[in-house]
């Protein structure tokens, strides 16, 4: 497994504002992958950041929305732009650990956004 | 569309009984299924992986896949009511890891 840790735990922001999560990894993973769980649902891959070059996003997730920095093998930031409420969710850092495509996951950060 | 589908609950069970949590997936192709466990107010923690069609059992825990009907389960033995919790069923139909929405399981003393 991987120790994650996820930097803010919970944020309360204004409509409009943005928000940086970071997220580091105790060992070098070649990905670092960002989810978002909403409330009541459950987890919605946004997209995988690879060191080095540009990140992969899902359908229906865009750059100007969340970008993503990938800096080094043990650290990646996800901010969240332009936020409204329906962005009020809880987004999750997740690492590969193993090969068998098992992923491992930070302790989330809440985010409210009024 | 890929699916991976779970009934939300809730599954209430007695201590000591066992507990069945279900779920189907849509992709024949998948290949890798995993079971996690959630608390509530926290992340996803892995609890079993399972490739090969059959059981496969870790302490009291036992996980079950069936390509065929495209099913997998996870047993939990003589439930804790510290098992309480939502449990994803989460499965690769290609590169991607694809989530439930999870079982809620409800272990009364």
């Known amino acids: 497994s991987a120790v994650i840790s996820q930097k803010p735990s919970r944020d309360i922001c204004q409509r409009g504002t943005s928000l940086t999560i970071q997220c580091q990894v105790d060992?070098?993973?070649?990905?670092m992958f960002w989810y978002r769980q909403q409330p009541g649902q459950s987890l919605t891959l946004i997209a995988t950041a690879n060191q080095g070059s540009e990140a992969t996003y899902e359908s229906g997730f865009v750059i100007d929305k969340f970008p993503i920095s990938r800096p080094n093998l043990t650290f990646s930031t996800l901010t969240v732009s332009n936020m409204s409420p329906e962005d009020s969710s809880i987004y999750l850092c997740?690492?590969?650990?193993?090969?068998?495509?098992?992923?491992?996951f930070g302790p989330g950060t809440r985010l409210l956004v009024l | 569309q890929k699916e991976v589908e779970q009934n939300s609950g809730p599954l209430s069970v007695p201590e000591g009984a066992i507990a069945s949590l279900n779920c189907t997936y849509s992709d024949r192709g998948s290949q890798s299924f995993f079971w996690y466990r959630q608390y509530s107010g926290k992340s996803p923690e892995l609890i079993m992986f399972i490739y090969s069609n059959g059981d496969k059992e870790d302490g009291r825990f036992t996980a079950q896949l069936n390509k065929a009907s495209q099913y997998v389960s996870l047993l939990i033995r003589d439930s804790q009511p510290s098992d309480s919790a939502t449990y994803l069923c989460?499965?690769?139909?290609?590169?991607?890891?694809?989530f439930g929405k999870g079982t809620m399981l409800l272990v009364s003393p």
């Open positions: 989460a499965v690769i139909p290609d590169s991607t890891l694809t």
């Open positions: 060992s070098q993973v070649t990905m």
């Open positions: 997740s690492v590969d650990v193993g090969g068998a495509g098992e992923k491992y």
